[in-house]
Every structure is written in structure tokens, then in C-alpha cells.
């Protein structure tokens, strides 16, 4: 069993920046892979980016690639979103996600219905 917490979200301007963080607790942290989504109010549920395990392998939508970017500290039981650029299309409640993995795995996963287990959400707005 893992819980993840969300923070870092905000009202922002178009063309700033937020990092998020997901920190984690209960079972080893390094034994997961992670993911980034992101929910728009009316809209459903949108993968951002995915990380494995080692964090060597990661995928990111095309919405965002280029200005997301995701790091994990698993000392610190705790994984980053850096969001560079933001849009007002980057409004949303953005939730990180937990896969419980085999050590060494280095597969990521783009689907929510993958994951083990979700942080509460952190709402980031930017206006334009």
C-alpha cells in the first residue's frame, strides 16, 4: 500500500512556471513506476507523462513535451512535475499515479486504469 499526496499547484499567468510534487508513503517508493494526469473540468481524465521505474525511461503526451518535466527523488519518497510555459489549456486538477513494479522494470504506463494507486489531486489554473 502506497499514499500519494499532490502539492505545488496555483493560480498562475500564461508563460509561468509550477512544480508539483507528489510525495509518497507506505511501501518502498523506488518499486514504482509513476504518472502524471491531468483532469480539465467538463473533459476527462488525460495521461501527461509517464515514468518507469528507474526513471530512465519516460513518455510525454505531445501537449506537453518540450515544456513538462518530470524527476523523482526516491529518498525523499517524493516525484516532480516541473511546468514550464504554462497554457491556459494546462488548467486542470492534476493527480500523480503509482504501478507497483518488479525492481529493474523498465516499463512505463500511459493508461490510468494501469495504475495501482492516486494522490487526491492539486488544481493548477493559468490564466491568459
Known amino acids: 500500500q502506497v499514499q500519494l499526496v499532490e502539492s505545488g499547484g496555483g493560480l498562475v499567468q500564461a508563460g509561468d512556471s509550477l512544480r508539483l510534487s507528489c510525495a509518497a508513503s507506505?511501501?518502498?517508493?523506488?518499486?514504482?513506476?509513476m504518472g502524471w494526469f491531468r483532469q480539465a473540468p467538463g473533459k476527462e481524465r488525460e495521461f501527461v507523462v509517464a515514468?518507469?521505474?528507474?526513471?530512465?525511461?519516460?513518455y510525454y503526451a505531445d501537449s506537453v513535451k518540450g515544456r513538462f518535466t518530470t524527476s523523482r527523488d526516491n529518498a525523499q519518497n517524493t516525484v516532480y512535475l516541473q511546468m514550464n510555459s504554462l497554457k491556459p489549456e494546462d488548467t486542470a486538477v492534476y493527480y500523480c499515479?503509482?504501478?507497483?513494479?518488479?525492481?529493474?522494470?523498465?516499463?512505463?504506463?500511459?493508461?490510468?486504469?494501469?495504475?495501482?494507486?492516486w494522490g487526491q489531486g492539486t488544481q493548477v489554473t493559468v490564466s491568459s
Open positions: 507506505g511501501r518502498t517508493f523506488s518499486n514504482y513506476a
Open positions: 499515479a503509482a504501478k507497483f513494479v518488479t525492481f529493474g522494470s523498465t516499463h512505463y504506463y500511459l493508461r490510468g486504469d494501469e495504475y495501482n494507486y
Open positions: 515514468d518507469s521505474w528507474s526513471g530512465r525511461r519516460t
